[in-house]
Structures are given as C-alpha cells and as structure tokens.
C-alpha cells in the first residue's frame, strides 16, 4: 500500500463525509475501565480484527487484514483525544466511552437495522456499518487512548476510551453501495433488517450534536 503521506485524495470533501463516522454512548461506562481488550496489545489487535471479521462475513465481504500503517496514523490520531475526524485519506471510524472493543464495533455494526440494502445510497444514521462491511476494503489498523475528556486530569473531549479506526480503501463511496453493502446471509425479505439498533450521540462534522445517528 502506498504511503498515506503520498496520497491525494480525489473529492476530499465528499470523501471525508462519506467515509468518516464517528459515535458516543448515551451513557459512558467509569472512565476507569481495564478491559484487557484496552490494556493489552495483542487482545486488542485480536478483538479488532475477531469482531470486523464476523460482521464483515455476515455481510458477505472477506475479512481484513491488519495494516500497521493504518495503525500508525489511528494512533497518532488517537493520541490528541479530540473527538473529531483527522481528515485523512482513508475510512474512518470512531467511538468513545464504551466499555471495551466488541461493544465499540458492535455498535457500529447495529446500524444495519436503519439501513436501506436495496436502495443503496449513504446515510449519515448507517455510516460506521456501511464502512465496517465495505466489500473492497481489504485492510484496517486501529489504535486506542485513555483520554477521559471532561473528567479530572482527563485530556481532551473525548470520553473514556477512544478508539480510531482507519480502512484502506476507504468505503462509503456515493454510487458504490448496492455492490459493496450486501444483506445479511440468511436474511430475506424486505429492504431492511429487523432488530433494535443501539441509540448513540454522534458529532456532526459541521460542528452540531445530533442524538441517535452517526455522521
């Protein structure tokens, strides 16, 4: 894969709305968690790649393997705590304040009940599921930070645990959708899937909060 550094993105503008989502739970867990899925490199290598793999089979995309250079750029990213989008070349997803990894990707995943599988098209309430299971993305790193933002001796506004995110080729591609987001195997019937989403707050990229999607 080439450099990050060395890409241009074409449309930045359109891609960086398109494929960047990031999320925080109606109510954070103690900022204090020590999920190993957290403290430990490796569980948290395995996590990462354990859950997008599972989500991503259901949806009949090929897992992904892991980028160090993804992970690289996740955490320097991850580092400054800020609970926005770094404006990078590829996919990107955030989360912070939940209690470990799965939950983090488990919510990102639970966005399938909203979203639209045979009219195809982005929305700003499916956005972290879209990437999550984007079928030509083929590699992910992700990095993780303490920030605790908005609490004593906590960093930036990000609560709790901040994860980050970054998929190369980046998904969420206007026109692309219908190849590239399948149903799930097994489900039949219908344009969406039957269930019960996980409500979350969402930072709006023009700067606004909007509660229950994620942008």
């Not at 190993?36 to 599972?54: C, G, I």
């Not at 912070?96 to 939950?103: E, L």
């Given at each position: 894969?080439?450099?990050?550094?060395?890409?241009?993105?074409?449309?930045?503008?359109?891609?960086?709305?398109?494929?960047?989502?990031?999320?925080?739970?109606?109510?954070?867990?103690?900022?204090?968690?020590?999920?190993?899925?957290?403290?430990?490199?490796?569980?948290?290598?395995?996590?990462?790649?354990?859950?997008?793999?599972?989500?991503?089979?259901?949806?009949?995309?090929?897992?992904?393997?892991?980028?160090?250079?993804?992970?690289?750029?996740?955490?320097?990213?991850?580092?400054?705590?800020?609970?926005?989008?770094?404006?990078?070349?590829?996919?990107?997803?955030?989360?912070?304040?939940?209690?470990?990894?799965?939950?983090?990707?488990?919510?990102?995943?639970?966005?399938?009940?909203?979203?639209?599988?045979?009219?195809?098209?982005?929305?700003?309430?499916?956005?972290?599921?879209?990437?999550?299971?984007?079928?030509?993305?083929?590699?992910?790193?992700?990095?993780?930070?303490?920030?605790?933002?908005?609490?004593?001796?906590?960093?930036?506004?990000?609560?709790?645990?901040?994860?980050?995110?970054?998929y190369w080729p980046g998904?969420?591609?206007?026109?692309?959708?219908?190849?590239?987001?399948?149903?799930?195997?097994?489900?039949?019937?219908?344009?969406?899937?039957?269930?019960?989403?996980?409500?979350?707050?969402?930072?709006?990229?023009?700067?606004?909060?909007?509660?229950?999607?994620?942008?």
């Amino acid at each position: 894969m080439p450099s990050l550094l060395s890409i241009i993105p074409i449309l930045p503008i359109l891609l960086l709305l398109l494929s960047t989502t990031h999320a925080f739970p109606q109510s954070s867990p103690s900022p204090e968690s020590s999920s190993p899925e957290y403290t430990s490199n490796s569980t948290f290598r395995e996590t990462v790649l354990n859950v997008t793999n599972t989500f991503r089979t259901q949806h009949n995309a090929t897992s992904l393997s892991w980028n160090e250079t993804l992970e690289e750029e996740a955490e320097k990213w991850a580092g400054k705590c800020g609970f926005g989008h770094s404006g990078g070349p590829a996919g990107e997803n955030l989360a912070a304040g939940y209690a470990n990894v799965t939950q983090s990707i488990s919510v990102w995943a639970d966005e399938r009940v909203g979203f639209d599988f045979r009219g195809g098209e982005f929305s700003t309430s499916t956005g972290h599921f879209t990437q999550l299971v984007w079928r030509t993305t083929s590699s992910v790193g992700c990095a993780r930070t303490l920030c605790n933002g908005g609490s004593s001796g906590g960093k930036g506004d990000a609560p709790g645990w901040f994860l980050v995110c970054e998929y190369w080729p980046g998904g969420n591609v206007i026109g692309q959708f219908k190849e590239n987001v399948h149903q799930r195997e097994g489900v039949s019937g219908g344009t969406r899937e039957r269930g019960v989403g996980c409500w979350m707050w969402a930072l709006v990229l023009f700067g606004g909060l909007l509660g229950g999607m994620a942008w």
